[in-house]
């Protein structure tokens, strides 16, 4: 198991999920805008919602803290962003349907020995 490229790989997923969240947060009142012209309900407490799952998610993927079960939610929360945000752009929504592809792959192959659930005793591949 080549531990490097499953790092690189989490660096390179989470970086999108950190920068957007901490942008929902930090700009919560102008996304639950977005997210009400959108239809979706819950107003600035979703807009802080989905701002979280970002961020703190994102965060959990750069370290590699429970991954396969944030991969898998990361996954499952992608998803619902095409359904609700990008099913009118095409190109959207099959870059989202990418990051799908690559929480997957992380949920079944684990963060790999750099990474706080090797540390933890977690099993990954590298320790299989």
Do not use: W
């Amino acid at each position: 198991m080549n531990s490097a490229a499953l790092l690189a790989g989490r660096v390179l997923l989470s970086i999108l999920f950190i920068v957007s969240g901490f942008g929902k947060l930090t700009g919560a009142a102008g996304f639950a805008g977005y997210l009400a012209s959108l239809g979706v309900p819950g107003g600035i407490a979703m807009a802080y919602l989905v701002g979280a799952v970002e961020f703190f998610g994102g965060l959990a993927i750069l370290v590699g803290f429970q991954t396969r079960i944030v991969a898998y939610v990361l996954a499952v929360f992608t998803v619902g962003t095409i359904l609700t945000a990008h099913m009118g752009d095409a190109t959207q929504a099959m870059k989202n349907l990418s990051i799908v592809g690559g929480f997957l792959v992380l949920g079944a192959v684990g963060a790999g020995a750099y990474s706080v659930d090797a540390r933890r005793g977690k099993p990954t591949l590298a320790r299989a």
